[in-house]
């Protein structure tokens, strides 16, 4: 299946070879609330 325009992915963060981390490479993204250091891994595009 073909992923390149999900509106969500789903990943494990802490495995290089995952494809969230590949396009998190060459992709902008930002967490919601910085300032509350929650760090839910969440990370959003286009903000």
Do not use: C, H
């Not at 963060?13 to 929650?38: C, F, H, K, Q, Y």
């Not at 760090?39 to 286009?46: K, P």
């Amino acid at each position: 299946m073909k992923q390149g325009n999900a509106a969500i992915l789903f990943g494990d963060l802490n495995d290089p070879g995952s494809e969230i981390r590949r396009r998190l490479a060459v992709r902008a993204s930002t967490p919601l609330r910085p300032d509350l250091n929650l760090n839910t891994g969440v990370r959003y595009q286009g903000l």
